[in-house]
């Protein structure tokens, strides 16, 4: 019995699912950062794109967060809950600019044509990353344990699923 116990304090100490940092580091303002090139040109002939992880990624307060910072910067004002409105859809299979980490890194911070403004220098750099790992959840581009199945504004009232035609 002990060792069953031991066990299972061993494995829930182990879990990096719920890993919090009271001041995430760095705390420097994302802008303009190397994540991902906007063209493959480059003078001198092709360099290895550049990788970058998400220091978030799979983390479940992160993602939070991040769900919080979606609707505290209005990003719900273009992209409408993930849906799409002004903004593009997030809750979808291809993306314009690639749903990698980076690109969506990229797009927040420098901005797209035709609408995305810039986020760089305005938002700190572990915002952006968080931000990031919610906006890849919208998609389960995120591990399911570190995502909510579903927003609980958007649970089902039972009494609005009733039958409400004419009754034979």
């Known amino acids: 019995m002990r060792i069953l116990a031991f066990c299972c304090c061993l ?24 994540s991902t090139s906007q063209s493959e040109l480059k003078p001198g002939g092709s360099y290895p794109p550049p990788t970058s992880t998400n220091p978030y990624s799979g983390n479940a307060q992160a993602i939070s967060e991040g769900q919080r910072l979606f609707a505290w910067y209005n990003c719900s ?12 859809p997030l ?15 990229d797009t927040i911070v420098k901005g797209r044509p035709n609408g995305m403004p810039t986020w760089g220098g305005r938002i ?41 035609g004419p009754q034979p």
């Open 11 to 34: 494995a829930l100490a182990g879990c990096q699912r719920e890993r919090r940092e009271p001041r995430p580091t760095p705390a420097r303002l994302g802008f303009l950062g190397v």
């Open 124 to 164: 700190p750099e572990y915002q952006v990353w968080q931000l990031v790992a919610y906006v890849r959840s919208l998609s389960h581009l995120e591990p399911q344990a570190a995502t909510p199945t579903r927003a609980d504004s958007l649970e089902p009232n039972p009494r609005t699923l009733l039958n409400k």
């Open 91 to 105: 809750i979808k299979t291809e993306w314009i600019y690639g749903s990698e980490p980076a690109n969506i890194y």
């Open 77 to 88: 004002g273009c992209h409408s809950n993930g849906g799409g409105g002004i903004g593009p």
